[in-house]
């Protein structure tokens, strides 16, 4: 026996009420996804530019045609902890393949940095030894020129020998002395990759 079908009146909104429900749901919808994307967007704004290097920060800063590489140093101001910040032109993940580093770095009160007068470079020169002096004045070290001195066996002090040759590197040859090699110019890709160490050096100290 067939079944009769009965034909019940749905009850419930109205056919505008769901519309206009509709209507609201795509709107907060719409909102929602603008929101979200506004969200990443910022997230994505702050994050780009900033890295991380052997545990050091390092953002991109551009000014006029410059790309620079900011990081911040710790020093003692007001009996705190404050970053003093440098920036340096290399990107401090590529230095490590340009500039080799052979041997380790140690920090000590006293640096005499002698660089050869073929190294003008345009100027480089003189940027690249006034900010290893600045580095290396902020983080307590008295930085000066001797042209009569060489390395210290015992490593009383810090001694950096700068001149030109057919290779970028730099070679440690004692406690606490360097020679720096700088081909076609590159005394700043040299300086940096040695402040890039130092920046390394002192982060671990002050962890």
């Given at each position: 026996?067939?079944?009769?079908?009965?034909?019940?009146?749905?009850?419930?909104?109205?056919?505008?009420?769901?519309?206009?429900?509709?209507?609201?749901?795509?709107?907060?919808?719409?909102?929602?996804?603008?929101?979200?994307?506004?969200?990443?967007?910022?997230?994505?704004?702050?994050?780009?530019?900033?890295?991380?290097?052997?545990?050091?920060?390092?953002?991109?800063?551009?000014?006029?045609?410059?790309?620079?590489?900011?990081?911040?140093?710790p020093?003692?101001?007001?009996?705190?902890?404050?970053?003093?910040?440098?920036?340096?032109?290399?990107?401090?993940?590529?230095?490590?393949?340009?500039?080799?580093?052979?041997?380790?770095l140690?920090?000590?009160?006293?640096?005499?940095?002698?660089?050869?007068?073929?190294?003008?470079?345009?100027?480089?020169?003189?940027?690249?030894?006034?900010?290893?002096?600045?580095?290396?004045?902020?983080?307590?070290?008295?930085v000066?020129?001797?042209?009569?001195?060489?390395?210290?066996?015992?490593?009383?002090?810090?001694?950096?020998?700068?001149?030109?040759?057919?290779?970028?590197?730099?070679e440690?040859?004692?406690?606490?002395?360097?020679?720096?090699?700088?081909?076609?110019?590159?005394?700043?890709?040299?300086?940096?990759?040695?402040?890039v160490?130092?920046?390394?050096?002192?982060?671990?100290?002050?962890?």
């Amino acid at each position: 026996m067939a079944k009769k079908k009965i034909k019940r009146k749905k009850k419930g909104l109205s056919p505008e009420i769901v519309h206009q429900n509709k209507i609201l749901r795509n709107i907060l919808l719409s909102v929602g996804i603008i929101i979200l994307l506004i969200l990443c967007f910022i997230i994505f704004f702050n994050s780009v530019g900033k890295f991380t290097y052997e545990n050091i920060k390092f953002s991109t800063v551009k000014e006029g045609n410059l790309i620079l590489y900011q990081t911040g140093v710790p020093v003692v101001y007001n009996g705190e902890h404050v970053p003093y910040n440098f920036y340096i032109r290399n990107d401090p993940r590529k230095l490590n393949e340009m500039v080799p580093f052979i041997g380790n770095l140690t920090l000590t009160k006293f640096m005499v940095i002698n660089s050869s007068e073929q190294l003008a470079c345009g100027g480089d020169s003189t940027i690249a030894i006034a900010n290893m002096a600045s580095l290396y004045g902020v983080i307590g070290a008295k930085v000066m020129k001797d042209e009569n001195a060489s390395c210290d066996e015992l490593g009383r002090y810090t001694y950096l020998n700068i001149f030109p040759s057919n290779k970028t590197e730099i070679e440690q040859y004692g406690p606490s002395c360097y020679n720096f090699y700088v081909n076609n110019c590159e005394i700043l890709k040299t300086t940096e990759r040695y402040m890039v160490e130092t920046f390394v050096k002192v982060g671990e100290i002050t962890d």
